[in-house]
């Protein structure tokens, strides 16, 4: 029985794992594939009936704006992460450091902007990037980003600064650290995971949001891979499959890898603010 039980959940784990990878193995495919290989249906397609190209990936990069949209993505997503990390650390310490009912309350109110639909904000904020003169720009999704990452990266954050003991700082400020000593030698080192985390969701949600930046940006210069793609590669009902696919695994793949080396820290991320 016992080894019944062992086999039934490596089992579910293998088809688990088969189902993620799935998609990927997919969109690998189907990149290299030939027009006449994926068009026709008697060919199996989870092979190669036909010797595998590289020609939609040279027309994803040399004959549409696909570089812009990479560089932008990761122009953004790179500001985002700083910003965010900016300010919900201090957000987050304080708050973890402010005792008594104000601190918890504070905390889930922080925690409940997160939870607004942007279906229900990007017409308000798209007035405000207007005002700034920002609309049409990266500079636009720059500035709104952060209106998502930050209330969740603080409430992230404040799980892990509270599982902190105080008597560690108490005993670095004894040693003649200052508060700001004692946070950065002893505190911010003992966050990393959760730092680490809130990098990775940050960057990802910069990546993959598809609302802000088809509202906010209609420029190609400008676009970013999540809204620039369907865009530059679906043309009517003229679908650009393999240089499509191609772009989705460039970006997912790479990620899929940091979600995969930091996936300790994301757990223990996680479970430090449940707890």
């Given at each position: 029985m016992r080894y019944v039980r062992k086999s039934g959940f490596y089992l579910g784990l293998f088809l688990f794992a088969l189902f993620s990878v799935f998609p990927v193995a997919w969109m690998v495919i189907t990149a290299f594939k030939e027009d006449s290989d994926l068009y026709n249906v008697d060919n199996n397609p989870f092979l190669y009936n036909l010797p595998p190209t590289l020609k939609h990936i040279e027309y994803l990069?040399?004959?549409?704006?696909?570089?812009?949209?990479?560089?932008?993505?990761?122009?953004?997503?790179?500001?985002?992460?700083?910003i965010t990390l900016v300010l919900a650390v201090p957000a987050a310490y304080s708050l973890a450091r402010l005792v008594g009912r104000w601190g918890e309350r504070s905390g889930i109110a922080v925690f409940l902007v997160y939870l607004i639909p942007p279906t229900l904000l990007f017409i308000p904020l798209y007035q405000l990037i207007s005002f700034a003169h920002a609309a049409?720009?990266?500079?636009?999704?720059?500035?709104?980003?952060?209106?998502?990452?930050?209330?969740?990266?603080?409430?992230?954050?404040?799980?892990?600064?509270?599982?902190?003991?105080?008597?560690?700082?108490?005993?670095?400020m004894t040693d003649g650290c200052s508060r700001w000593q004692a946070f950065?030698?002893?505190?911010?080192?003992?966050?990393?995971?959760?730092?680490?985390?809130?990098?990775?969701f940050a960057f990802a949600l910069s990546l993959s949001d598809y609302i802000y930046a088809a509202s906010f940006v209609s420029s190609t210069a400008a676009r970013t891979v999540s809204a620039g793609v369907p865009i530059e590669l679906i043309r009517g009902d003229i679908y650009f499959w393999q240089s499509l696919m191609a772009a989705g695994?460039?970006?997912a793949i790479p990620l899929a890898i940091a979600y995969g080396l930091l996936f300790n820290k994301l757990v223990k991320g996680f479970a430090a603010t449940s707890g």
């Open positions: 990069f040399t004959s549409t704006h696909y570089p812009t949209f990479l560089w932008n993505s990761l122009f953004i997503g790179v500001l985002v992460v700083v049409n720009t990266v500079w636009a999704l720059v500035l709104v980003y952060p209106t998502i990452t930050v209330p969740f990266c603080t409430w992230l954050l404040l799980g892990f600064f509270k599982s902190i003991p105080r008597d560690l700082e108490d005993a670095a950065r030698r002893v505190s911010l080192p003992l966050a990393m995971p959760g730092i680490a985390t809130c990098v990775v695994a460039i970006v």
